[in-house]
Nanobody
């Protein structure tokens, strides 16, 4: 059974940094793709970042501020978020896609396993 669990979300001020962690069991993070998505109230779930093999992918809105990293030994995927702003406020989800192909890394429908989310709130 695959279990995905996020942690690290909290309330911060604009300009501050946060690091989110995703711990995966029952599935290796080296298989397929791992990704972070987010969902703000009243909005659809949107792609934030993904890693497939050794290649990272980012949404334009976070490029240069967020960094996704994979730790194969610990079977974790972290999201370092710098220079946060109010638009980054959302529930952040970690997702695992054992069969996700490169062209679909930004598509939430390509991921099989999801965590419950961790809340990030940025005050301006």
């Amino acid at each position: 059974q695959v279990h995905v669990a996020e942690s690290g979300g909290q309330s911060v001020q604009a300009g501050e940094s946060l690091r989110l962690a995703c711990v995966v069991s029952g599935h290796t993070v080296n298989r397929g793709a791992m990704a972070w998505f987010r969902q703000a109230p009243g909005r659809e779930r949107e792609f934030v970042a993904a890693v497939k093999g050794g290649t990272p992918y980012y949404a334009d809105s976070v490029k240069g501020r967020f960094t996704i990293s994979k730790n194969s030994a610990k079977n974790t995927v972290d999201l370092q978020m710098n220079a946060l702003n109010a638009e980054d406020t959302a529930l952040y989800f970690c997702a695992a896609g054992p069969s996700t192909i490169t062209s679909q890394v930004r598509n939430p429908g390509a991921y099989y396993y999801w965590g419950q989310g961790t809340q990030v709130t940025v005050s301006s």
